[in-house]
């Protein structure tokens, strides 16, 4: 799923973005040396490696509904720019699947609020009736903050296209890189993804992105600063995320705990309140 913009910029920062317009940080492909499918061919395997450091395709694939709990933090900036939640720092449960593209998240400090996604939009429920002023917000971040979840695996969805970017400095040590592309027609814009993986483990530290959908050709980074075994998957337990581009500053971070690979849960639960 390439991502999609995470937070509504107020107006000062849509001007900055229009004037920084076209400085991006991320490579496109034709920015890399060598020849294309040589580069896809590493990029690819680095990838796998990835993935097999992170406990394995196969494991991966044969997951269902996915619960965890989720701290998400907005400070600074980000806590000016970021969604309306219901409550401040909200804890969620939060249910997944990836391969239905559905998701639940319940507000934990706010008992019978939930967002989800039901595969095309989202919405939002409160005592068990639909709610509509969230419901961008939603369908926003139900799947994309699952998305950051699901990394490294889901650079090896159909439709990805990985390139050996090479080795990069960053945060203070070297890292082997794969440009993350999609191909025509798979997802809803075409962003890009630049990975950063510990050339010793194999695993993902930190991804740079684009966000198509923000005026300026806005981006941003994700740092993976700790991670945790579940069901022998290595998955996050705390991301944090800046705006990099066209201007710097800390958005939130994203704590997970409680991670259970197959909880009991009524996919009915995906579904808009009202078409269940």
Known sequence: MPFQVPWRAPVGLLAVAALAAGCSKLPEPKDLSGEEQALRERGRALVER??????????????????????????????????????????????????????????????GVAWGHDSREG??????RRTYDRAKDATFLVPTEAYFFALPFKFLDPGVVQYDAGRREADGKTWETALITFEAGVGVVQDRYLAYFDPET????????????????????????EWQVA??????????????????????????????????????????????
């Not at 919405?123 to 068990?128: F, I, P, R, S």
């Not at 684009?210 to 806005?218: H, I, K, S």
């Not at 939130?252 to 009915?268: C, G, K, N, Q, T």
């Open 202 to 225: 194999g695993r993902l530290g930190r991804v740079t992105f684009t966000v198509l959908e923000q005026p300026g050709g806005a981006e941003g980074l994700a740092r993976y600063t």
């Open 50 to 111: 990835a993935v097999a450091a992170h406990g394995g395709l196969d494991r991966w694939r044969a997951l269902g509904d996915v619960a965890w709990t989720m701290r998400d933090t907005w400070s600074g900036i980000g806590g000016l720019v970021g969604p309306g939640f219901p409550v401040d720092d909200p804890r969620t449960r939060y249910f997944f699947n990836w391969s239905l593209n559905k998701g639940r998240m319940e507000f934990l400090d706010a008992p």
């Open 231 to 276: 069901g022998g998957l290595v998955v996050p337990k705390r991301i944090d995320l800046d705006a990099i581009s066209p201007i710097s500053f800390y958005l939130h971070s994203l704590s997970f705990e409680a991670v259970d690979l197959s909880p009991a849960f009524d996919r009915r639960l995906y579904e808009k309140p009202d078409a269940r």
């Open 123 to 128: 919405w939002c429920e409160e005592g068990g």
